[in-house]
């Protein structure tokens, strides 16, 4: 059984960072991308962050050069490198996998708040 776990979410002030994390069991080495989606209430989960097993990534746009995703193969974690964070950001975030047979996993969500 897969089980992604994220922790490292919270309240920050804007303009400020965060860094939350997602830990797999059992090894990310099994999923071909990972990744992290936010969602707003009343809204469709929307892509934030994705990284291959090769490490190219994309983002979405309201978060290019502010957002770095990056994975530690030897840890099984997926982290978010969050900057410069804004009011608007303020949404509960999940991480993804999908495993070589195009299987989804998610995980519990975390919370972040951007407030003053």
């Known amino acids: 059984q897969v089980q992604l776990v994220e922790s490292g979410g919270g309240l920050v002030q804007p303009g400020g960072s965060l860094r939350p994390s997602c830990a797999a069991s059992?090894?990310?080495?099994?999923?071909?991308?990972m990744g992290w989606y936010r969602q707003a209430p009343g809204k469709q989960r929307e892509l934030v962050a994705v990284?291959?097993?090769?490490?190219?990534?994309n983002y979405a746009d309201s978060v290019k050069g502010r957002l770095t995703i990056s994975r530690d193969n030897a840890k099984n974690t997926v982290c978010l490198q969050m900057n410069s964070l804004k009011p608007e950001d303020t949404v509960v975030y999940y991480c993804?996998?999908?495993?070589?047979?195009?299987?989804?996993?998610w995980g519990q969500g975390t919370q972040v708040t951007v407030s003053s």
């Open positions: 990284i291959g097993s090769g490490g190219s990534t």
């Open positions: 059992g090894g990310i080495f099994r999923f071909n991308a």
């Open positions: 993804h996998a999908r495993d070589w047979g195009w299987v989804d996993y």
